[in-house]
């Protein structure tokens, strides 16, 4: 193992703390855990600052089922503090983030289908249970253990903790469900105003869609969307959104209900990039004259290629001071109050909540 010599002085002596959820209605607690040796091509990273996705407040409500105990959160910056043999300890104090999920680089989906984010030996962060392997397997944590399929970026110094940390879920999730869109043309329509939504609009209209529309049922939500390159729409009365008017809509509310009216904005040929529907409650009312009359290609996303945060991460970069980027994440609230950031991100006031570590609060960047 090779690690950085602040490694026992920046977050508590030999050891994390960690909030472990146990299951849906039951307190969170706090935990010590020790802290390990990092081995073969495993990571060891100091939190610097989490925030709160929806997946987690669906977990947290019994919506979606996961192991218990459990450390949640999955989308992160830290500072790497060892590594193990076979990883580049050129990374050792490096500020970076990292693939969502951890692939064995071997199996079929990985190698032949080239979808390593559905690896038949597959872990996912902030989905793990705390007796699987260091236990320091979430975000709401002080320190996260990374295994050795998991890929790292860099964080270029000019993007704060805030600004890159949903990169990893929400915008590379976005980037992967741009990548396979037919190329830019006249209309495209999102469905979801949330942070999915914001990326994709931002997404879209930087690689030169035309017009970029962005439905929602709730007027609050709408309000960010002009800042981000879309044209908001509250109802389905909008002269943009007439029947066969689309080349391109993208689900991302979750909602299976929503389903018929972006098949019925699509025009012959159009393209349906479905990303919010990962839990059981979406089933499809949906006819298969309705997909062969139109010609439409179906297609589903789920998670993402290490490829796609790289690509989020250049992005981010790129178009810095493009969009109001930190207008998205809150003030950072220490981990030990993580049941009132839960709260505030169901309140749905902030696209993200921020955590970070107790004691970080004066320098989170």
């Known amino acids: 193992m090779t690690q950085s010599p602040g490694i026992d002085s920046t977050h508590g002596v030999n050891t994390a703390l960690a909030t ?63 590594v193990g043999p076979d990883r580049d300890p050129s990374w050792i104090g490096q500020r970076v983030s990292w693939s969502l999920v951890d ?20 872990f996912k962060y902030g989905h793990g249970a705390l007796a699987d392997g260091s236990g320091l397997n979430g975000c709401y944590a002080s320190h996260l253990l990374l295994r050795s399929g998991t890929h790292l970026v860099k964080i270029p110094d000019h993007l704060s903790d805030s600004v890159a940390a949903p990169a990893n879920c ?53 309000l960010a969307v002009p800042r981000f390159g879309g044209t908001p729409v509250l109802s389905n009365e909008h002269p943009l959104l007439a029947a066969n008017s689309a080349d ?46 139109k010609c439409l290609t179906l297609r589903g996303i789920h998670n993402y290629a290490p490829r796609h945060l790289d690509a989020a991460i250049a992005f981010l970069s790129k178009n810095q001071g493009d969009y109001p980027w930190e207008s998205l994440v809150s003030p950072p609230i220490p981990l030990s109050q993580l049941e009132e950031a839960f709260q505030l991100a169901a309140s749905g006031k902030w696209q993200r909540v921020s955590v970070i570590p107790d004691g970080l609060e004066a320098g989170v960047s």
């Open 248 to 293: 391109v809509v993208i689900e991302v509310t979750g909602s299976a209900s929503v389903i018929a009216d972006g098949i019925g904005w699509l025009r012959p040929g159009g393209h349906y990039a479905i990303a919010g529907l990962v839990h059981p409650d979406s089933a499809l009312q949906l006819t298969g004259e309705t997909l062969i009359r």
């Open 20 to 82: 472990v959820f146990s299951g849906p209605g039951l307190p969170l607690r706090t935990e010590r855990i020790r802290l390990p040796d990092p081995g073969f091509g495993e990571v060891l990273v100091a939190i610097n600052l989490a925030t709160v996705c929806g997946s987690d407040l669906h977990t947290l409500s019994g919506r979606r089922h996961g192991p218990t105990p459990s450390i949640l959160g999955h989308e992160a910056v830290g500072r790497v503090m060892a």
């Open 170 to 222: 929400a915008l590379a999730t976005m980037i992967g469900v741009v990548e396979g869109l037919p190329a830019p043309r006249g209309v495209a329509i999102i469905q979801g105003a949330g942070l999915l939504g914001l990326y994709g609009c931002a997404l879209l209209k930087s690689s030169g869609w035309k017009e970029v529309i962005v439905v929602d049922r709730q007027p609050s939500r709408l």
């Open 103 to 122: 692939s064995c680089g071997v199996c079929r989906p990985c190698v032949e289908w080239h979808l390593p984010q559905k690896c038949e030996r597959l």
